[in-house]
């Protein structure tokens, strides 16, 4: 008998259209979380807070997403994926848009509720899209789906980067803090002003480009299946949810891994400015923009890896791929926390390498075999996007220390990042020796 080759594609063809409309997606929440990662050192320098007041940006942006991961799994339940992605669309502009206000106000707590929105509308659309992706071809092709969808969230991401480094950083008020402080006070709400104004700038844009994916989407002829269920259990769908090893240990790891993420893409800027402050004598602000430039590199990196992490997951199961790179950043690391000049940024940046399969990954066997669960099963696993909020405030804390066990307090707080792929190295080895039997 012929072996069926559209059981080896990786997007049958039926499913083409509607892969690359739901893809779409995957670089417009990528453009959302890494033109906000750089805003915690413009945030902090904008109202004059510490590194640990600027990460309150994180915390009620990867908050949202476990606050509204399981209500979105409820309202997919109820109607359909399609819908899940539209409302998403809807309140991530309708986020966007609000920096308008926020901007025009000047305070700090208007831009977290823009923020927090906008989140909501990440968590309705992850929560949509990744399981629909999986659902768009044969089981057997899951994982490599999953991972060749992802592979565009960081074609968004850079863009959000670039956007960051270049219409933003280089574009605010270049002076230090004590230099702001000998301003006056309407010299201050001045540059306060014109600095929230070039920060809101691509928010807004943004919002306008999510008005028009809406659009497109909404009247696309998308695949659907039984995926509306009117009658369900919540609290008997998460007892069975959490009696599945490998999906309660999924959920684990993929909160670890967010938050090494998060950690390691978030505070390379505060790492490269001490190093280009003090080995190259630059300004905070250009210590700043050129170590968001090695953030893009590394942002460059990470989605050349997931290219090559996709291909390599033809000859090498998704479980020993991910403890090999698990093994890999916790050594980077190391080096990360050892080095004291530009060689401990070259770790930070590799660091990235290893991270370019492991979301996916985690997600990929965490919910294999699961059928229609997958559908709620999912919300577990964007809720635990939270680690993004929690985490970074812990290695805020320690950066402003200054100074930890006579290692710059930087350099040591990337302990945490290590200790967490740790766990997802156990992960990736469990998946390998325990779920298989």
């Known amino acids: 008998m012929k072996k069926d080759k559209s059981q080896d594609r990786i997007v049958p063809q039926k499913y083409l259209l509607p892969f690359i409309l739901v893809t779409s997606c995957f670089a417009l929440w990528g453009f959302a979380n890494d033109i906000t990662n750089p805003m915690v050192e413009a945030f902090s320098r904008i109202f004059d807070m510490g590194v640990s007041g600027g990460t309150w940006v994180q915390v009620v942006f990867y908050g949202g997403y476990g606050l509204m991961a399981f209500p979105a799994a409820i309202f997919i339940k109820k109607f359909t994926y ?57 089981e057997s092709t899951a994982t490599r789906r999953l991972n060749f969808a992802q592979a565009f969230n960081p074609m968004g991401s850079l863009t959000g980067m670039f956007i960051a480094k270049n219409l933003i950083q280089a574009r605010l008020d270049p002076r230090s803090a004590a230099q702001r402080a000998l301003l006056s006070p309407d010299q201050m709400e001045q540059v306060k002003f014109h600095d929230l ?30 995926e509306s269920t009117h009658n369900f259990n919540f609290w008997n769908t998460i007892k069975k949810l959490i009696n599945i090893k490998r999906y309660r240990e999924g959920v684990i790891s993929q909160l670890f891994y967010v938050g090494a993420q998060i950690m390691c893409w978030t505070f390379i800027v505060q790492y490269g400015q001490r190093i280009f402050m003090n080995q190259f004598g630059m300004s905070a602000g250009e210590g700043a923009q050129k170590a968001q430039f090695y953030n893009i590199i590394a942002m460059s990196i990470f989605l050349v890896s997931r290219f090559v992490c996709t291909f390599l997951l033809k000859y090498i199961t998704p479980g020993k791929l991910l403890r090999y790179l698990s093994i890999g950043a916790v050594v980077l690391c190391i080096g990360v926390i050892s080095f004291q ?60 220390l200054n100074t930890v066990f006579n290692l710059p307090a930087v350099n040591f707080s990337f302990i945490i990042p290590a200790l967490c792929f740790v766990v997802i190295g156990i992960f990736g080895y469990r998946a390998e020796t325990v779920y298989k039997n």
């Open 82 to 138: 399609k819908a899940g992605i539209l409302l998403g669309l809807g309140l991530y502009s309708t986020g966007a848009l609000l920096f308008i206000p926020a901007s025009s106000i000047g305070l700090f707590y208007p831009f977290l509720i823009a923020y927090f929105v906008m989140t909501c509308g990440l968590s309705f659309l992850e929560t949509s899209s990744n399981p629909y992706i999986l659902f768009m071809g044969p």
């Open 197 to 226: 104004h070039i920060l809101s700038a691509p928010y807004i844009f943004i919002g306008g480009v999510i008005i028009l994916a809406f659009l497109i989407i909404l009247f696309a002829k998308m695949p659907r299946n039984d």
């Open 341 to 400: 000049n530009i060689n401990g940024l070259y770790c930070l940046v590799g660091v990235s390498a290893c991270m370019s399969l492991m979301f996916p990954t985690i997600y990929g066997i965490a919910l294999e075999g699961m059928g229609d669960d997958a559908k709620f099963g999912a919300a577990g696993l964007i809720m635990a996007i939270i680690g993004g909020s929690f985490l970074p405030k812990i290695q805020a804390s320690i950066i402003d």
